[in-house]
């Protein structure tokens, strides 16, 4: 369905409407939407507010699926789910009209074509008007598209563990350990032990960068953000020092001269 088509829809408020082909423009060909609540409320000419209660009928409508993204600048992305389907079903029509779809059929052992119309003789009837009959397997539906991973299942976490994450998790939240020790323990009930100490590392490099005005409400935000990606990022491999990289280097150095050798 076209984003012009979807903004006369009448159980959208005026904004919404005309927030709908502006989503478009801004996605430039993709399902997704990095622009800023500040520069769509600019296109829109209204108010953030306004643009946040628009936004708000279109993912409650089904059109839209606010992701949160701490990688940009605005913390979130839009997917534009009219635009996913759109594109699934063109794609998907596109691969139903193909050409080559009997040949692909006939070359099958798994989906065979259609055996030839026989018709009685003496019948009146045509072979244009006999109903061909269905076979075993017929043509496959479009793939749906991927599901979100879901996050695999926790094992019970030990008490040594959540100690040393409330012991973490004390200066970082700015509380006794006692209550971090709450905290934590409610937030692994949810997301598990392993994801808390991932988000609680985040913000411990963000608080070093700068200080947080509401560290517990940051730690919920980026647990929220790992649950819609599927799970929190690998970390960075562990640097290395001088000495074993240059250990490396003349292990392939000695491996480079022995082949040359090898040839000689």
């Not at 399902?31 to 209660?53: D, F, I, K, P, V």
């Not at 940009?72 to 534009?80: H, M």
């Not at 937030?187 to 808390?196: E, I, Q, T, Y």
Request: proline residues 9%.
């Amino acid at each position: 369905m076209h984003a012009y088509n979807l903004a006369t829809r009448r159980d959208l408020g005026a904004f919404a409407r005309l927030l709908i082909p502006i989503l478009e423009r801004k996605a430039r060909g993709f399902a997704e939407c990095w622009s800023s609540n500040e520069t769509l409320a600019s296109a829109l000419g209204c108010c953030e507010r306004t643009l946040r209660h628009a936004l708000d009928q279109l993912e409650h409508s089904g059109l839209i699926l606010r992701i949160r993204d701490y990688s940009l600048k605005s913390r979130r992305r839009i997917k534009l789910l009219w635009k996913e389907c759109r594109d699934l079903f063109s794609s998907s029509v596109a691969a139903d009209t193909s050409p080559d779809l009997e040949a692909h059929f006939a070359a099958s052992s798994e989906v065979p074509p259609h055996p030839p119309i026989e018709v009685p003789e003496g019948s009146s009837e045509k072979e244009s008007d006999v109903e061909p009959q269905p076979t075993a397997l017929e043509t496959p539906l479009p793939s749906c598209p991927p599901q979100k991973p879901q996050q695999e299942e926790r094992r019970k976490a030990t008490p040594a563990e959540v100690d040393a994450a409330a012991v973490k998790a004390a200066p970082i939240l700015r509380v006794d350990t006692p209550t971090a020790r709450a905290r934590v323990v409610a937030l692994a009930k949810r997301w598990g032990l392993s994801w808390v100490v991932a988000a609680l590392e985040r913000a411990e490099v963000k608080a070093a960068q700068e200080p947080l005005r509401n560290p517990s409400g940051y730690v919920v935000r980026t647990l929220e953000g790992f649950q819609a990606e599927g799970g929190p990022p690998a970390p960075p491999p562990a640097p290395i020092s001088d000495a074993e990289f240059m250990a490396r280097l003349d292990a392939v150095e000695a491996e480079r001269r022995a082949f040359i050798e090898s040839l000689s």
